[in-house]
């Protein structure tokens, strides 16, 4: 079996969906630092994309900037799918840590990151006319990452096609869930301060007068 560094190994596992993350779990290879990296680039990517995206194809970027959108388009969606997929694979018997899931899931959204920073690059070169060519980008990137993430997931527990993609429906499924009581959760925390607010207002005011 190959001896690779951590890099190595990222570059074999991007670039052979088919037996690149099998290689990684059996040499038990991975490093979190990358993946965690990966996803902090997913991150930059996401801003980059909404805000340094060419003028002439229509996506302006937003009079105000929050970073809030962004942390959930990358970080709280790839935690909630990393959750999700183990919570749903541990019922499934699957062999998956979440160590494991998460820096699987990491190495598979490289190309759908290199996609989106390079469609940035692209709209400030090419002309409306040309745009066949950043969409042909975006389909590959995006179709090459979603081939990686059935390999990860396929490889890490060690499934069979069929129940790889059964896995992948209800993570899918478990992810709208925790994201549905997360918004729960936080519309709760807001009108709790909300409430606060006003009672502390109410008195301040009371005092006053």
């Known amino acids: 079996m190959m001896d690779l560094t951590e890099r190595q190994w ?14 990684m779990r059996w040499k ?16 930059f990517a996401q801003i980059a994309h909404s805000r340094l995206y060419g003028f002439q194809f229509g996506m302006p970027a937003e009079k105000t900037f929050s970073i809030v959108p962004y942390l959930v388009r990358s970080v709280v969606i790839f935690a909630a ?12 018997d699957g062999e998956g840590t979440a160590r494991n899931i998460c820096i699987y899931s990491a190495y598979a959204l490289i190309p759908y990151i290199a996609q989106l920073l390079i469609n940035v690059l692209l709209s400030h070169i090419l002309i409306q006319d040309e745009k066949v060519f950043m969409d042909a980008v975006e389909l590959i990137g995006t179709g090459w990452s979603a081939i990686l993430i059935f390999s990860a997931v396929r490889s890490v527990h060690q499934y069979s096609p069929g129940k790889t993609c059964f896995a992948i429906v209800l993570t899918a499924a ?5 994201l549905f009581l997360l918004v729960l959760f936080l519309s709760l925390i807001q009108q709790i301060w909300v409430f606060l607010s006003t009672i502390y207002t ?5 005092l006053r007068v």
């Open 10 to 23: 990222v570059r074999h596992a991007v670039t052979h969906p088919v037996e690149g993350f099998e290689d």
């Open 174 to 178: 478990a992810m709208l869930v925790m």
């Open 81 to 92: 799918w990393v959750a999700g997929n183990w919570a749903v694979c541990t019922l499934l």
């Open 28 to 43: 038990r290879s991975g490093s979190m630092r990358i993946a965690l990296l990966i996803v902090l680039l997913l991150f």
């Open 202 to 206: 109410e008195i301040t005011y009371r």
